[in-house]
């Protein structure tokens, strides 16, 4: 193994956004096994001090792969195409009047039942992004609409956040 692997390598994954949860999951059990600074116990400090630093990187690269949202960003900047979320936030004006329908029904939501309409919209709006992310990224291999659908991707799940917020603020 090397530290400087991109993580699909360090795990044994193939490169791409369809990934299955659970061989991620149980690749990570697996290198925890073999890392663990414990098993390096006897051979010093030293070799304990490699072995936490292996145990990191690998819980950094688990964090990026079981979630889809950093799994496809990572991609992207793997691809040539870096998110920078922080400096491109243009969106195409449908995606925007989306934004704006979503934010009036959180504000206007007065009742449970408008609230997880809502929820439901926002997750099945999630959904669809998330799939034209594998489309994007395993099939058409277009790392620059990729990020795009990312950024976007962003404001959803910081919508949905929200969205839950409020569903928890009212069951108080």
Not at 13 to 19: I, R, V, Y
Not at 107 to 123: N, Y
Request: hydrophobic share 45%.
């Amino acid at each position: 193994m090397n530290l400087q692997s991109d993580d699909f390598t360090l795990f044994g994954l193939p490169q791409q956004f369809a990934q299955d949860r659970a061989a991620v999951d149980a690749r990570w059990k697996a290198l925890q096994r073999e890392i663990h600074p414990d098993r390096f116990a006897a051979q010093g400090a030293a070799a304990q001090r490699v072995a936490m630093q292996w145990s990191v990187r690998v819980n950094e690269a688990y964090q990026r792969l079981k979630d889809p949202l950093k799994r496809a960003a990572y991609l992207c900047e793997l691809r040539g195409a870096p998110i920078n979320a922080e400096n491109n936030t243009a969106m195409p004006p449908a995606f925007l009047m989306q934004q704006m329908a979503w934010r009036e029904a959180l504000d206007e939501a007065r009742t449970d039942m408008e609230l997880k309409t809502l929820a439901h919209g926002v997750k099945a709006a999630r959904h669809e992004a998330l799939a034209r992310c594998a489309m994007l990224l395993d099939v058409q291999g277009d790392a620059a609409a990729a990020a795009q659908q990312v950024r976007a991707l962003m404001f959803v799940e910081r919508f949905a956040r929200e969205v839950d917020d409020r569903v928890d603020q009212r069951g108080q």
